[in-house]
């Protein structure tokens, strides 16, 4: 039988090894900075950070967001607007890593493409 000390020894190991494999929908999405995210990944965090407003094209426009297949920005500006936000657009910094905001910048470039 355990003793009292390996008893609890044992469950606070439980529980940080269950706490340590949730991972929620709000956990931000990571990837090292020196990798280029895959195009799949890039779609995936533009499909759950931007398309609510913006649409899977670009064109939805829902709360005031500008319709991106008639942006004109540059990428250097799309970087800077989507990691420090503007208006109702929240700043991604933080929550999306480096990478992955200039994947989304340039993937939006699609959308002028489409028209």
Do not use: W
């Not at 039988?1 to 090894?17: E, H, K, N, P, T």
């Amino acid at each position: 039988m355990m003793s009292r000390g390996r008893l609890i020894v044992a469950v606070a190991a439980a529980v940080v090894l269950a706490m340590a494999g949730c991972g929620g929908a709000d956990a931000p999405i990571q990837n090292s900075s020196s990798t280029r995210p895959s195009e799949a990944s890039i779609k995936r965090a533009y499909t759950m950070k931007c398309s609510l407003c913006h649409g899977s094209d670009g064109k939805l426009m829902a709360s005031k967001a500008p319709d991106l297949s008639q942006s004109t920005m540059d990428l250097e500006s799309r970087i800077a607007l989507i990691t420090y936000g503007k208006g109702t657009m929240p700043p991604q910094k933080g929550i999306l890593d480096a990478a992955t905001i200039r994947g989304i910048a340039e993937y939006i470039e699609t959308f002028r493409e489409l028209k």
